[in-house]
């Protein structure tokens, strides 16, 4: 099913995002995290696109395999990172013919080592330029990444803003945001979406924090604040990664309650492809 339709239904659409692993206990214990998710029915579930090496065709196989043989929708992601467009053509073509529906464009971030963005040769600068490259050639349902906080490379809100109205120009049906603990953020920055004439549906994206050392490396690689409130509970429970992580399910529950309450059109949770966490904030707001 196309993720869009499934927004215009009427949410909340409650999604989570998977990584592919790197070792074979690895897809084991994914496979049982997956497991674990669907019984909660969700909308879709997503697949990130590796930064390199073999994982990035795993991600193919594994929207492959939960579409098909698990029966869930599932949006594989897919970035413009070491891709010409002949390159990024075959990996579209192979998830066409697997049935797949839905794709997250994505620009990607710069290889290890590099800090400046740089297309290779015959590939894309943007999101917006890969969006509309399989606008052009397929009929996939696109998604599209976006930020509540500023993208750290944008040099304003404003350039940011205007470069997420050419992503959805080129076609980007629904946008998910990258994850932030201060919802006030997502809501400044959903006005200040619609101020600038983006309609489609942003859908916050939600990380429950499961450690320390965890949280702070992908808050750094995110962009993500950390806010004040937060940083002082941080540092009252201490290292101990059990109340760091109820906690993190606390902060996590409250956030989406409000958001729920304010009408977000779903919830994407990036589960780290652990399950325990995102089921007690999925618990607390669906009570079956
Ligand atoms: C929901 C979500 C899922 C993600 N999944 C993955 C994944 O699977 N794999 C992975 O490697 N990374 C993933 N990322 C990280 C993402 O690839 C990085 O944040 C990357 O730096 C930006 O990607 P983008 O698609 O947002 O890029 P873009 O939309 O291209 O934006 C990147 C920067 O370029 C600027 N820009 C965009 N278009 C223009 C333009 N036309 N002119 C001038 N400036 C422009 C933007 O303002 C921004 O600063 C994900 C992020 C999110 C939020």
Excluded at 111 to 118: A, F, H, I, K
Excluded at 251 to 266: I, K, S
Aim: negative net charge.
């Amino acid at each position: 099913m196309r993720i869009a339709d499934r927004y215009a239904r009427g949410g909340p659409v409650v999604s989570f995002e998977f990584f592919p692993p790197k070792t074979e206990a690895g897809f084991r214990s994914l496979y049982r995290t997956i497991a674990e998710l669907e019984k909660l029915r969700p909308g879709f579930v997503s697949v990130t696109w590796g930064a390199g090496g073999s994982t990035r065709s795993q991600t193919v196989e594994l929207v492959t395999r939960i579409e098909r043989e698990i029966g869930i929708t599932a949006m594989a992601h897919l970035t413009c990172v070491g891709a010409s467009a002949e390159d990024l053509a075959g990996i579209l073509d192979r998830l066409a013919e697997a049935g797949i529906e839905n794709v997250l464009a994505l620009r990607g971030d710069p290889p290890r080592g590099e800090t400046d963005w740089r297309p290779v040769a015959g590939g894309f600068s943007h999101a917006s330029e890969l969006a509309g490259f399989i606008r052009g050639r397929w009929s996939f349902c696109l998604g599209g990444a976006c930020y509540p906080e500023k993208h750290p490379d944008a040099p304003s809100f404003e350039a940011d803003l205007d470069a997420l109205r050419r992503k959805v120009d080129a076609g980007v049906e629904f946008l998910i945001t990258n994850l932030f603990f201060d919802n006030g953020d997502y809501f400044r920055f959903v006005d200040r979406a619609h101020g600038c004439g983006i309609g489609v549906p942003i859908v916050p994206g939600i990380m429950p924090i499961v450690s320390v050392a965890n949280i702070r490396r992908i808050a750094s690689l995110s962009g993500a604040r950390i806010p004040p409130a937060l940083e002082a509970e941080l540092v009252k429970v201490g290292p101990d990664d059990a109340s760091v992580m109820e906690l993190g399910i606390d902060w996590a529950t409250e956030q989406c309650h409000e958001l729920l309450e304010a009408g977000v059109p779903g919830l994407h949770f990036y589960t780290l492809n652990q399950s325990p966490a995102t089921r007690r904030i999925h618990g607390s707001l669906f009570p079956a």
